[in-house]
């Protein structure tokens, strides 16, 4: 496929990085599940060598993902914080990292508890004001990172703002689209320099994958993750490739059901009396309604929410429901309920990104809305 600006989203997602096998025309990119190639000569190959290095399947997964988010490049991972982690390691000791004040825990832990080790420096910066940025920029600041929507409190940033303050202090912005995914959002076009993902989530969409990628317009950037990607081996296998790959291909669609759905659910928590701040970027009330409705689709298909009686009773809450399940992730077509304190933000607690301890996270899916939110409200009159 080419001149995929030409065509839509979910004709991209079907073709891109896939024409039929040319030996047997097989429409579906095979799974090439081998660990090396035969080559017809010393220091010849066929365009792969040996499995770590590069795999058919993992090349039409990283073309397919690059034109979902408008990329010249695409790298893929064995998980997504193996793709943060081959992104900071292009960081050397003595830099510093902008990190926006919610992120998720795994992040936060890597950054602070790993890279800091290394002689990395790192900060929180409340981004929702892009000014503060500038007025307080670090010299040494080589990295602004950022979630938008955030994990788990659902912030929005503005991305073309922040972007612009990075690269007038000639600094790489960073976004991570996990939560908002291709569909919704596109960073690239906004300015930032990379784009990264936990494929783990909203593309591979169906909680049997884990994955990462990065995605960005930068060349020698892409020339050293590529580089990185192979010494340091931490990639997909053919069959997580071709599961993501087959996830991708309905992204847009499970997107506007996971949408569709999470308003519902939004509309139950803002009435139920057991429930304080609801935090959602489509709502009207949502401090960064205005830059979401700015920069994405829609507003997604995470919802979080805070429980009046507090932690006890926000805990009890997430071991309580039938339908959305007391797991981490998300992004899956089943609804996942948890809590993000003693959960997936563990790593972050006494620290500036600590999350309250009365928040639940919902990763809302894509069964009868009906049937979610009566599962919900049944939850809720409970406690």
């Not at 569909?183 to 906004?190: E, M």
């Amino acid at each position: 496929m080419t001149n995929e600006t030409e065509y839509g989203f979910e004709t991209i997602a079907l073709h891109a990085g896939q024409n039929p096998e040319q030996v047997t025309g097989a429409v579906i990119p095979p799974i090439f599940q081998t660990s090396t190639y035969a080559q017809p000569a010393v220091g010849e190959h066929l365009g792969y060598e040996y499995a770590r290095t590069g795999n058919p399947t993992r090349t039409a997964l990283e073309e397919c993902l690059a034109a979902l988010e408008g990329a010249d490049h695409g790298i893929c991972f064995a998980s997504g914080m193996a793709a943060t982690d081959t992104v900071l390691r292009r960081l050397a000791p003595g830099d510093h990292i902008v990190l926006g004040d919610d992120a998720y825990g795994g992040t936060f832990r890597l950054i602070s508890a790993i890279y800091t080790g290394g002689g990395v420096k790192w900060s929180p910066a409340d981004l929702t004001n892009p000014a503060v940025l500038d007025a307080h920029w670090n010299p040494a600041t080589t990295v602004v990172w950022l979630e938008t929507p955030t994990n788990p409190l659902l912030t929005v940033f503005d991305i073309e703002a922040i972007a612009e303050i990075t690269h007038r202090h000639g600094a790489k912005l960073v976004v991570d689209n996990t939560f908002a995914s291709p569909y919704l959002q596109q960073p690239l076009a906004l300015g930032a320099d990379l784009v990264t993902h936990s494929t783990t989530k909203y593309i591979g969409g169906h909680s049997d994958v884990v994955g990462g990628f990065v995605a960005t317009n930068d060349e020698e950037w892409a020339n050293d993750l590529r580089y990185l990607q192979n010494a340091i081996g931490a990639v997909p296998g053919p069959q997580d490739c071709f599961l993501t790959l087959r996830g991708a291909k309905t992204l847009a669609v499970r997107m506007d059901r996971h949408c569709e759905n999470a308003r519902r659910i939004v509309e139950l928590l803002l009435s139920h009396p057991a429930v304080g701040d609801v935090l959602y970027p489509g709502l009207d009330g949502h401090p960064g309604a205005q830059i979401a409705a700015r920069q994405m689709k829609a507003a997604g298909g995470m919802v979080s929410f805070r429980v009046k009686a507090g932690m006890e009773k926000a805990m009890e809450l997430a071991a309580s429901t039938k339908l959305f399940t007391l797991a981490e992730s998300l992004g899956g077509v089943e609804s996942l309920i948890e809590h993000p304190g003693a959960m997936t933000h563990l790593s972050a607690a006494g620290s500036p990104l600590e999350v309250p301890d009365d928040l639940v996270r919902l990763s809302v899916g894509i069964e009868t809305a009906d049937d979610l939110v009566e599962d919900l409200r049944s939850a809720l009159d409970r406690i």
